[in-house]
């Protein structure tokens, strides 16, 4: 099977399956018992393949990864309680004190604020556009390590400069990484940049139900680990291209413990199935809604959506992914009232978090990036009138219709 959707809704019965079952069953089991004491010693050792503790393996979790690892083109995948937590142990894996990070300076709101945590802690991170590699470029200093990038921001949907970024990551031996939660695997795959490592929050697109918190990072397969100097020599055991990803398992997530449940594993596989027809709606929607709020002189003031022609990367948008997303925002004109128009809106829901089948509006200076203060903002370019949309599954016609009466209330 060579289509997207095929590989993914038939993934679990490619390993086989207990009794027949399509789907890949919950496993709700903490210890895994073994009959021979040395057969036990042997999986604990990574001899044998098997399951020790739910903290670290689970089969459901396992079935899980393995959808995702065919998804993104991988070798490997590990998968967590949360799509932070899957970035935050991944850092505290593969990072020690004194190294440095080149990130873009456009990042969801909670991933900054790790950022700046850890930089608090032992390491320097450097926040950069990223929409130009040479200002990643200039960045580098002899101590980095790693460069991490989303594909799309949220809010504004600025898109890195990620084909460039990648041949100067491969060009200097730094781990390249690649947050492809915006664009889900559907609309993009980084291997084709050349990423080493791809984080996915599994509680978004993939998923796309808006029941089930999840993150993943997967292993692409083109960094070379036997040159990167903090992977311990208890992980350097087997072919040297899974010694990242088995030390972000068996260091991060042992230590860390912040593991997927397996009926989190189970709800989000299911969803994963219709990733693709869920995303070709929502990022037809998002286009039309996007010309519709162009179309609004009087009451929009700008609109962000990488599928319109205004968009500063629409061009690089085009090569890189199969559609420009799902997610757009606005500012409104300084004489609407943002309160007002938002709380006239009817079918959409004034809701956080992205990817659900439901279209969601938040205003993003006074929520989710309310923490970081009016200076940032102001550096971010994130306007008080701005609200961004998270695209769903709904009739356009019945969205455009909400937004006009909207409009016309406020």
């Known amino acids: 099977m060579k289509g997207f959707t095929s590989k993914i809704v038939h993934s679990d019965r490619q390993d086989g399956i207990e009794h027949g079952a399509v789907h890949k069953p919950v496993h709700d089991s903490v210890a895994f018992g073994y009959d021979d004491a040395e057969e036990l010693a042997a999986v604990f050792q990574g001899v044998h ?3 020790t503790y ?29 799509g932070m937590a899957a970035i935050g142990t991944t ?19 909670n991933t900054t604020s790790l950022f700046n945590s850890f930089a608090q802690q032992g390491f320097g991170v450097s926040f950069v556009d990223a929409t130009n590699v040479d200002n990643v470029a200039a960045a580098l200093t002899p101590n980095t390590r790693m460069v991490f ?12 400069d990620l084909q460039k970024i990648g041949e100067l990551c491969k060009q200097r031996g730094l781990i390249y990484v690649v947050d492809n939660t915006i664009t889900s695997p559907y609309l993009f795959q980084p291997v084709s ?4 490592l791809v984080i996915n929050s599994l509680t978004k697109y993939i998923s796309g139900h808006g029941n089930v918190l999840g993150g993943a990072v997967t292993e692409l397969g083109l960094f070379d680990w036997s040159a990167f100097p ?7 055991g087997g072919e040297s291209a899974r010694w990242g990803i088995t030390q972000i398992r068996k260091k991060g997530l042992r230590d860390f413990g912040a593991a997927l449940s397996a009926q989190s594993a189970h709800d989000i596989s299911k969803g994963a199935e219709t990733l693709a027809l869920r995303m070709d709606r929502q990022c037809a929607n998002a286009q039309a809604l996007a010309e519709f709020l162009r179309q609004q002189s009087d009451g929009v003031d700008a609109v962000y959506y990488p599928g319109l022609e205004q968009h500063p990367q629409q061009q690089r948008c085009r090569e890189l992914f199969k559609s420009p997303g ?17 709380n006239a809106l009817k079918v959409v829901i004034k809701s956080t978090n992205l990817g659900d089948n439901r279209t969601l509006a938040i205003p993003v200076a006074q929520t989710i990036y309310h923490e970081v203060g009016a200076v ?3 550096e971010m370019g994130i306007a008080d009138t701005l609200i961004r949309i998270s695209l769903g599954i709904e009739d356009i016609a019945d969205l455009i219709e909400d937004f006009s009466q909207a409009f016309a209330q406020s």
Not at 65 to 79: F, R
Not at 91 to 109: P, T
Not at 230 to 236: A, G, L, Q, R, V
């Open 49 to 51: 393949s098997g399951y």
């Open 54 to 82: 739910g903290r670290q393996v689970n089969p459901t979790v396992t079935a899980l990864e393995n959808k995702i690892t065919a998804m993104e083109q991988g070798i490997a995948t590990v998968c967590f309680g949360t």
């Open 91 to 109: 850092m505290f894996a593969l990072l020690r004190d004194g190294d440095h990070v080149v990130s873009s300076a456009f990042l969801f709101g």
């Open 149 to 160: 990038v989303e594909t799309i921001a949220n809010p504004r949907t600025q898109i890195a």
């Open 193 to 196: 940049v050349g990423a080493s």
């Open 230 to 236: 903090n992977i311990y020599d208890n992980y350097k």
């Open 326 to 342: 799902a997610i757009l925002s606005f500012e409104l004109s300084p004489q609407r009232d943002i309160w007002r128009f938002l």
């Open 376 to 378: 940032v903002r102001k």
